[in-house]
Each structure stands twice: as structure tokens, then as C-alpha cells.
Nanobody, 114 residues
Framework: VQLQASGGGLVQPGGALRLSCTAS????????MGWYRQAPGKQRELVAT???????TYADSVKGRFTISRINAKNTVFLQMNSLKPEDTAVYYC?????????WGQGTLVTVSS
């Protein structure tokens, strides 16, 4: 199983980025998927989830700014991040939540700074 995340980078406050995570080795279409993040010196936290039926949840800190979506035909989940703030700086990880064993991707760094 492999979850390959990409799309991170350096962006100015107020800017936008789109993260992608492409999965292999799992039946992607039935999986709930999630994006998590870990800022320096902090615990990893849940950012957003999307179920196989495309129901979504968001952390309060990103509601109205971030959007999670998926394209099952491409085994890919996305995180569109708008109106980025310095406190969004973190390594972002995708995760296959289930059914079955949960797997983590390798992470992609997002830095929000002027």
C-alpha cells in the first residue's frame, strides 16, 4: 500500500495551495480518507475527512477555508487550501481511514510565510 502526497510548498499569507494524495494497493473507492497535519512541536491533528459517499468533516480551524474532495477514478484525494495563515504551517499527511487497516502517506510540507 502506498499513499503519495504532493503539492506542498511555500506560500504567502492569504494564498492558496492544493494538496493531492494518490493511493495504490487499496480499494480506494470504498475508503474514507483524511488529511492530517503536524506543526513543529505539536501533536498531529485531523484537518478533514471524506467518506466513500463524499460526506465531509472539517476541523473548526479550517472550516470555510479548506475543501476536501476525491476522484475515485484517479485514486486521489485533494485538499484545497485557501486564505492560508501562518498557523497552517505544518507537514500534511493523508490517511486511508477504513474500512480495513489504516495507512499513512509520507507527508508534504506546507509553509505559510511572508
Amino acid at each position: 500500500v502506498q499513499l503519495q502526497a504532493s503539492g506542498g510548498g511555500l506560500v504567502q499569507p492569504g494564498g492558496a495551495l492544493r494538496l493531492s494524495c494518490t493511493a495504490s494497493g487499496i480499494i480506494f473507492s470504498i475508503q474514507s480518507m483524511g488529511w492530517y497535519r503536524q506543526a513543529p512541536g505539536k501533536q498531529r491533528e485531523l484537518v478533514a475527512t471524506i467518506t466513500s459517499t463524499e460526506s465531509t468533516t472539517y476541523a473548526d480551524s479550517v472550516k470555510g477555508r479548506f475543501t476536501i474532495s476525491r476522484i475515485n477514478a484517479k485514486n486521489t484525494v485533494f485538499l484545497q487550501m485557501n486564505s492560508l495563515k501562518p498557523e497552517d504551517t505544518a507537514v500534511y499527511y493523508c490517511r486511508s481511514i477504513g474500512p480495513g487497516y489504516p495507512y499513512w502517506g509520507q507527508g508534504t510540507l506546507v509553509t505559510v510565510s511572508s
